[in-house]
């Protein structure tokens, strides 16, 4: 029998001399290896070692990082998140992140589910300078410093204060460190039809895909841990488990192990992981088989090492042969604790089991690992000592997925748990996730009358006091909660949590649980890393027909959306000078470029687009810009007209696809008798700028290309270089231009031909950044860059584009009230000289109330100058206002008119 403490000691539980050894040596006496037994997933002729820290541990074969940890002693496996608690194996399941390691220099590894390897190098988090001696833990002490709330109420003032201590912050909470190199492995993505999808590799998941198999269905099978079983595996009924898995195999079932469903999307897409692997599966059917999980309740000391749940002790004894302690005590919240106790007895520990309707746990004893524990009932409170506290079958359905799948998850007050209310009709439910796990013996209390932390997350280390302090600063709705406090929002995700920390939410808001809710269960559900979600998606990289030439040329290219567009081929400035002064060349075929006919051409585009089309005539072109429902501007281009029911369109390069989509998609709702083909791969365009471009253009076609014969905005087709063309007298960057389309194949010999023909006017070619400095001039915008989601034409000042007279277009709406913008865009100059980067604060007051979006050196200007938003109210000409970047200030400029040529008499020449 433990020892029992009638009344207050001088100490809380006696220091026994193998304590204090162990203390000494950062391990915890009770942990050692048992004998070989039948159910074990060891391999002993196979010794494997591995480096802790700096210290050699011994293991087996079919050991994980954390069984090793435990079969040697250690007992913490790391600090926590804020606190520098210690903290020690709790689940064993993967299912809290007591247990995140560095392992090869890979950070937040799961050290419970990770398979030993000789020669593995395994780092605990989070202190400073050793996990065992962690002098950041005097954080512990300091609690009251680290409110509900941190991050919005301290170091915010004075203002220079958090950039100062943010990046401290940041070095001293913790969740492991990024490694300083890439560490490459090879990630792929998988794509899978089946007609059953089943989530979970219990004894319920392996029965419903043996059957599903049988009956002649493609079934998946995905299990998170890296063995099939789940609960079954580590009990004394373990043999079935391997039955099961032989009938399941036989079956022809495709089994992924180690590889959780880390969330549910929209059309029935599942999305599974693995270390080096996605799942992307679209089933038939889902079974959902992801059983339970056991929780922690909320009491004192709750995040001690040595407070395990019942599953992860019976891993232990029966996986892997560890006795995690030999003076337990098991809270037998359900009757499978009972089988728990048994098989610690058999491994000789000393069993206390307490039954949790006559005595609920206050506190737990101990400052490195759990020591004892204080229960309270109707005859007052007693004392046990122990070295493992063993929560058992305190368990909730991890019910997360079928939310995520568009069911409905409540708490059913009636049996005190989570409660599937409603499911999609193809999901289907089997096992603990149904609520068929025996009922708990009555719901522990919301938390403890003791002192000392009690913890409601433990991943966040948020405690009882903070959570009574967010409900007190009126935080008092579930979601609001979480947010504030994070309770929930850390790697585990609620899995280790969740129903602790809503009974404390109800209680502590005095309602019941129900009505409290719970909060949005959202992907991923398992932490996955960047790395495996960015698995086989590779970068789409698209070349124009004339790429060849811009590399022969020794351009520097840069991404524009999927393209590799030439940034420069010389100086910008000395290409902004070509432009401006003789003729310039820019490749343009990344252009969507579109053509739309049929006897209601007209009428879709008088739909798609706020401007007139009905009235453009034959051969004539304007600029339009496509809006969304709401008024916001999607993208933009030109719209010409070739034949009285033919229309040529262009879009933005990163908007073509968008685009189409939209186009086709309107097309088809509203029923109208038009065609729309996209031509982008098909043709090659190329901008022919400056003031010398007619006599290059000219040189290379018959056409008439005078301003009497082909003036601004008007279009010619014909002959251009031997090849057929259309000519658009078009201007982004604000000079005499015309834009040549004509097909692919002919790229680079229309290319060559205008270098040619231009070669004697002093013809340069020009790239991106140069037509960026050159449009910006113009004050022409570019959707997306000067335009974000809420931009309008009324803000970015194109309101002229807007014909309220007309019936209806996509977004007028929405644009009824010309005065509603709040904000405007427009030009300004920049009186130091300098350039403010784009992204930038214009602020008042030192408070942010614009941004600016585009900003470059100008020639023309020799100043900074630029586009920004602003204040509705300060755009006039002259007002000047504050900018602020890196540690600086300058003083900007409204400039309402085009910075180059504002009367557009170059453009039309
Ligand atoms: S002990 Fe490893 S995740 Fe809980």
Known sequence: MPAMVPGPTRYPVQPDRRNLLARAAGCTPGMRRLPRDPSESLDRSRAVTIVLDDRRLQAFAGDTVGSAMAVNGVAITGRSFKYHRPRGLRCMTGACSNCLVTVDGVPNVRACLTPVRDGMSVHRQNAWPSVD??????????????PAGFYYKTFHRPRFLWPLVEPLIRRMAGLGRLPDRVIAQATDKVHLHSDVLVIGGGRAGLSAAAQSARAGKRTVLLEARPELGGRTRSSPAFSTTAQLTAETEAAGVQVFLGTPAIGGFEGGLIVAASEDRLLHIRPTEVIVATGSMEQVPVFANNDLPGIMTGEAVDRLLHLYRVLPGDRAVVIRYAPRAGETAAALTAAGAEVTIIDPATEVIESAVGRRWVQGVELRSPRGVRRLSCDLLVIGGLSVPAASLISQMGGQVAFDERRQTLSAAGLPDHVRLTGDVNGSSPAAAGPPPAYSPAGGKQFACVCMDVTKTEMEQAVIEGFDDIELLKRYTTFSMGPCQGKACLIGSVRLAAALTRRAVAPTGTPTNRPPWTPVSLEVLAAGSPTPRKETAIHDRHADAGAEFMWAGDWRRPHHYQDPREECRAVRERVGLIDVSSLGKFRIKGPQAVALLERLYPSRVGDLKIGRIRYAAMLNDQGVILDDGIICRLEPDEFFVTTTTGGTAGMEQWMRWWLADWGLDAQLLNMSGGYAAINVAGPRSREVVQRLTDLDMSAAALPYLAAARGLMAGVPALILRIGFVGELSYEIHLPSAFGEHAWDA?????RGLGIAAFGLETQR???????????????????????????????LEKPDFLGRASLTDPDRETERLCGFTVESGDVPPEGASIVEDSRPVGRVCSSRWSGVQQGGIGMAWLPRSWVKDGRVFEIAFDTRRSTGKVHLAPFYDPDGTRLRS
């Open 773 to 803: 400095v050159l449009r910006l001039e113009k004050q022409h915008i570019i959707v997306g860059q000067d335009t974000d989601a809420l931009s309008t034409p009324y803000g970015a000042g194109l309101n002229w584009l807007v014909k």
């Open 133 to 146: 001696h962690d002098l950041l833990s005097i954080f512990n002490r300091f609690a009251f410093a680290l």
């Open 754 to 758: 205008i270098m040619e023909a231009g």
